[in-house]
């Protein structure tokens, strides 16, 4: 079946360095995909998100670049900290699926200091 | 700090009880959703409801039965659940009432012990 699917499954980072987290998508349709922090005992916290017309998108701190063509997706982190220590998942929207939300397996982060 | 709220955070329940799990938000939403998540698992979409009204349920036991009294509000009733049923249930919430393309916020989660 279709599916988001993360290449790493754990991170281990030391603080200050900047952190990558991948994500391969395979549906076609989905046009809009969103970053979540899940902290240990909390529920998943919106980061960021990006639109398919779009290839980069900053916020504060992070970085989302979406490559259609291979269908890859990517989460950097700058200057990680101990704080950003979490689950992410990347996640993604079907046009053609209403409002389901199709979930990464997740990368677990972890910042050394 | 989410502006979807969930009570209770915790709650143990026997496989014989009837018990409720609720979930406001007043970002003036049109969606709302019932997540379940396993440990170390991603979540899992149980059931959308679009302007008040239940557009996807993903084949979810008839155990679990939602309920959305108004725009603001959405409930999840519990009864006869099995222990495999533990896990945390999250309700989100989007501004879209078809869910689509728009931001999907999640709150702190309801921990569900079933016994």
């Known amino acids: 079946g279709e599916s988001v699917g993360l290449h790493l499954p754990t991170l281990s980072v030391q603080e200050g360095d900047n952190s990558i987290i991948n994500c391969a998508y395979s549906n076609s349709a989905s046009d809009y995909f969103i970053w979540y922090k899940q902290e240990s005992g909390k529920g998943p916290q919106f980061i960021i998100d990006?639109?398919?017309?779009?290839d980069k998108r900053q916020g504060q701190r992070v970085t989302v670049l979406l490559n259609k063509t291979v269908k890859h997706l990517s989460l950097q982190i700058a200057a990680t900290q101990p704080g950003d220590s979490a689950v992410y998942f990347c996640?993604?929207?079907?046009?053609?699926?209403?409002?389901?939300?199709?979930f990464g397996q997740g990368t677990e982060l972890s910042v050394k200091p | 700090d989410t502006e979807v709220t969930q009570t209770p955070k915790h709650l143990v329940m026997g496989m014989t009880n009837k018990k409720s799990l609720k979930c406001e938000q007043h970002?003036?939403?049109?969606?709302m959703y019932w997540y379940k998540q396993k440990a170390k698992k991603p979540p899992e979409l149980m059931f959308v409801y679009s302007y008040e009204k239940l557009s996807i349920n993903e084949s979810v036991p008839s155990r679990f039965s939602p309920e959305c009294p108004n725009s603001s509000l959405l409930n999840l009733h519990l009864h006869a659940l099995q222990p495999e049923d533990s896990a945390l249930y999250l309700c989100?919430?989007?501004?879209?009432?078809?869910?689509?393309?728009?931001?999907?916020?999640f709150g702190e989660g309801s921990w569900l012990t079933v016994v």
């Open positions: 996640a993604e929207n079907p046009w053609d699926q209403g409002g389901k939300l199709i």
């Open positions: 970002m003036g939403h049109r969606a």
């Open positions: 990006i639109r398919s017309n779009m």
């Open positions: 989100a919430s989007s501004q879209d009432g078809q869910g689509r393309g728009n931001t999907i916020y």
